[in-house]
Structure formats: C-alpha cells, structure tokens
C-alpha cells in the first residue's frame, strides 16, 4: 500500500509525514510523530482519551485519517505548556488532584482547553456537559470539574 504524504500544522509548528491511507491520526501522533499524550482508550470515538483539536474543534484522533490532517492545524497536550510553565489548566488538575491513572487526562485537558475558548465563563453544568464526551473510570469527575471551574477564573484574570 503507498503511503499518502501530509503536511500539517501541529502545535504551531510545520510537520510533513508518511503516512497509510488507513492509518489513523492517534496513530501517527503516536507512533510516527512521537507526540504520545492522546491515548487510545477505546478506538470507538466513545471514551474521549485521544482527542485533539483539529481547526478549532474537538475530535477523536481515532476517527480521523492521518491523511485527513493535509492543510490542517491540530492542537495536542502536548503544545499546551509553554517550556516549563504549565498551561492553567494543567496547574489546576495537578492542584485539585484531578487525575490518577493518566489515561484520560490529555483528552480532559484538550475538552477543556476548547470548552474554555468558546466559553470562558462557564456554569458547572455547561463544564460538565463540555467534558461528557470524556470518561474517567478512577478520579470521578467532581475534582475535575472543580479543576477546570479554578482554571477558569484564573485565566479570565489573565
């Protein structure tokens, strides 16, 4: 099968790569790009562990081709940090103590990254339905929520 060549925009930075035609973009992420912060929970698109932004919107990176990335710019966990200094979102799930496993934090930290952009003011209840395409099967989901509520208010102060 020949590959597909792509390039995209990954973090803000230029990335060109081979890939299959069926390959995934967690794939590519993963194992061709290094970039390992969105996991593959379910591979259904049900469980939100993999999500990424692609050109402002929330996705599953298990139900996108690589090749459909060509022209694209995609935001990974990964590009959140700025060197050493964590995104607020980031401080704030180390602070409340919202994460145990790790699984499903890069996914949680993406949702609310793009929840927070489109509202930066939201309810608990606009938090939780912002986030409900994200499961978490150790933490529950109230230290979470409390996580992204303190981000929030911090980065509205920003």
Known sequence: MAGVAVSTTINGDTIEYLCQPDETLLDVLRDRLGLTGAKEGCGTGDCGACSVIIDDRLVCSCLVLGAEAEGRRIETVEGMAHGDKLHPLQQKFLEHAALQ??????????????????????????????????????????????????????????
Do not use: W
Request: net charge neutral; with cysteine; charged share 25%.
């Open 101 to 158: 496993c790790g699984i499903c934090t890069p996914g949680f930290l993406i949702a609310a990254k793009d929840l927070l952009a489109k509202n930066p003011d939201p309810t608990e209840e606009e938090i939780r339905f912002g986030l409900a395409g994200n499961l978490c099967r150790c933490t529950g989901y109230d230290k979470i929520v409390r996580a992204v509520q303190d981000a929030a208010t911090v980065m509205k102060g920003a």
